[in-house]
């Protein structure tokens, strides 16, 4: 056989988002003894989402924790781990179930740092599925993007490929403040080519992740597809858009959203989760501050509907983003401003 | 090891420290009124036994976390009276820069967590500590101090079931001082007895008197030693009773008549004299300790009041670590 000659290519594998996470989390864990994994189900029935599956054989029971039903008490228990440092992985069975643990994670992991003028940091990383799966009715259904994006104190990333939940979950897990790391049911089995080789992804930098001129989509998540979808059917109907993934909410990468708008001078902001206070809107206020002269047209948003998720499949359809949804507002915002 | 009878000197210095927590806080009372300090202002006096005789009882890497009502609790810890004094002012050299306030206080150097106002929302964190311990093996335990309000809220029960479940040396200290706020123990909880909320975990629990530093020294000791041994946590209850209202602004008239005169008859500080006594200290004695501290309060008063205020510029110093590992 002959050796290839040229310069080869980065090796990848395609892996699923659950085998990327757990990758990241396995590397971080051999890398680093004070990194430990704590959550319901994680470790003898191998995730809920089998995210974890294989790590409890690997680390043993003392790095890989089954806890009790108890989201208040673990949570505020890996707080306390962080503070005396350890640096836990808590994994939320779904974000849903974060609201039980709400004030360990807004009072103290959110205001140690602060309250003890900097004499204790909070090295913690909370990660689960967010947003709506399927029919899943309305408490496993929320997204929480805009609910920890609030507080200062507070990282909050979104991921939407294989590769993005690598290199991002090892940079949380990295970090020295709390980060909410934010993954989707109906994103672990898909599929994606992440390279072999070790590599971290800043938290806090959004990724283009396709390029276009007449419209730039804002968007992380499993939205991402939603938006990728649109843009290749408007593509087709003489519309280009451009996909920009912010993958980190908070530290938001304004720059990236402001070179957005300079070079497409309009945006819509593709989001699960409510309409009201959510991150479309902090989007929208901030680069309308930054760059209202650069706007052909208002910024829109596409979220839920205002409203709780109900069960049925099809009134669950209308609450969410569609690509005929996001093309509407798209070709709403591109109707405007056009030969002026 | 509980020392059933310490010594003259181990005497002299907890009357000492309660004293001084005693004196520091009716100044801080008075700087209250003044307006030196502002906020909330929850005073420790009468409960002075429990916070010296916890730390006398520790090592000192041990970590402790305490609630809303820290003043004694952190100095009892080693933390400057000027330093607490200051942070109580809102100064620059305040223990946590004038960032913190009353109820967040907290120092590295003294394993002292701080600080914390949502009531029962600290107690996961001393059991995290707890936790550490026991990952790393460092042979560490932790005490979490809580009042018998924070006794109802869900955070304290799911941390005694989690400290249980897998044996974390932590010592979870109720202070039953007999009011929550101005809500009296018989009309906050069906039981009162608190030390029994423990059984639902299986956790060891006991009741002791908060009035005898030695008798609170002597239980801590022997409550962390179970800890730190692998056998699990423990629920001690002391039963304690506050001298003031529930912070500056509560004129505390809930409590029964003659209720608190009868308390003070157990007061610490006469109960350590007592102590003192068959070891030949008599009141010349301890009123030249009086007049020491009454020194140190004063000059940790004066210190606070002639201190910089809070620097504007670390304004945004402390929103994110920024760091990584």
């Known amino acids: 056989m002959a050796l290839p000659i040229a310069a080869a290519a980065p090796r990848t594998s395609l892996l699923q988002t659950r085998e990327a996470l757990r990758r990241a989390m396995s590397e971080e864990m051999r890398r680093d003894p004070t990194v430990f994994l704590m959550g319901e189900e994680v470790a003898y029935y191998d995730g809920a989402y089998k995210v974890s599956q294989g790590m409890l054989h690997e680390f043993g029971p003392e790095r890989v924790i089954d806890t009790p039903i108890a989201e208040n008490g673990f949570s505020g228990l890996a707080i306390g781990a962080a503070m005396a440092g350890l640096r836990p992985i808590v994994e939320f069975m779904t974000w849903n179930f974060s609201l039980v643990a709400f004030d360990q994670i807004i009072n103290n992991a959110a205001k140690i740092y602060q309250m003890t003028a900097g004499a204790y940091h909070v090295p913690i990383v909370f990660r689960g599925p967010n947003g709506a799966a399927e029919a899943l009715g309305s408490q496993h259904s929320m997204a929480f993007e805009s609910i920890y994006a609030h507080f200062p104190g507070l990282k909050v990333v979104s991921v939407g490929t294989p590769k993005d939940a690598y290199g991002l979950l090892k940079s949380a897990i990295r970090d020295n403040d709390p980060v909410m790391f934010m993954e989707s049911e109906m994103l672990y089995g898909m599929k994606g080519e992440v390279p072999d080789e070790e590599f971290l992804i800043p938290i806090g930098k959004a990724d283009l992740k396709r390029d276009g001129t007449d419209c730039t989509l804002v968007t992380w998540n499993k939205q991402i597809h939603t938006c990728l979808a649109a843009a290749e059917q408007l593509e087709k109907e003489g519309i280009s858009c451009q996909v920009l993934d912010l993958r980190t909410i908070r530290p938001l990468d304004e720059q990236a959203l402001f070179d957005a708008v300079c070079k497409t001078h309009r945006m819509v902001v593709v989001q699960e989760g409510y309409t009201f206070a959510g991150v479309g809107a902090e989007i929208a206020a901030r680069v309308t501050e930054a760059c209202f002269d650069q706007l052909d047209a208002p910024i829109l948003r596409i979220t839920n509907k205002d409203l709780n998720q109900p069960y049925n499949p099809t009134l669950e359809k209308m609450v969410l983003p569609s690509v005929d949804r996001v093309k509407d507002a798209v070709k709403l915002v591109c109707s405007r401003g056009k030969g002026a | ?325």
């Open chain 2, 1 to 325: 090891m509980g020392d059933p009878s310490p010594s003259r000197e181990q005497l002299l210095e907890w009357y000492r420290q309660m004293y001084l927590i005693r004196r520091f806080e009716e100044v801080a009372a008075k700087a209250y009124t003044q307006r030196k300090i502002m906020g909330f202002c929850h005073l420790y006096i009468g409960q002075e036994a429990v916070a010296v005789g916890v730390s006398a009882a520790l090592r000192a890497t041990d970590v402790v976390v305490g609630g809303y009502r820290i003043h004694g609790q952190i100095m009892a810890r080693g933390v400057s009276p000027r330093a607490i004094m200051a942070e109580l002012f809102g100064k620059d050299p305040g223990v946590c820069r004038g960032v913190g306030g009353s109820m967040h206080m907290a120092s590295q150097e003294h394993a002292f967590w701080g600080g914390y106002g949502i009531v029962g929302g600290h107690i996961p964190l001393a059991v995290g500590a707890a936790f550490k311990n026991k990952y790393l093996k460092d042979g560490g335990a932790s005490l979490v101090y809580f009042g018998d309000g924070a006794s109802n809220q869900g955070a304290f029960f799911e941390a005694m079931a989690l400290a249980e479940l897998w044996k974390l040396p932590c010592v979870f200290l109720l202070e039953n001082n007999y009011y929550a706020m101005g809500t009296s123990i018989e009309r906050q909880s069906a039981i009162t007895d608190l030390a029994r909320r423990a059984d639902g975990v299986g956790m060891k629990h006991w009741q002791c008197g908060g009035f005898d530093v030695a008798e609170v020294y002597d239980n801590v000791a022997k409550a962390a030693e179970h800890a730190r041994s692998g056998q699990g946590p423990v629920l001690l209850e002391v039963l304690c009773y506050r001298y003031r209202g529930h912070s500056m602004s509560d004129p505390a008239k809930y409590r029964k008549s003659g209720e608190l005169d009868e308390k003070k008859k157990h007061d610490c500080l006469l109960l350590c004299e007592d102590h003192l006594t068959p070891h030949g200290v008599g009141e010349a004695d301890l009123a030249k300790v009086r007049e020491a501290v009454d020194a140190v309060v004063q000059d940790a008063y004066e210190f606070a009041d002639a201190a910089a205020e809070a620097d504007p510029a670390l304004l945004y110093d402390f929103v994110l670590h920024g760091g990584t590992s």
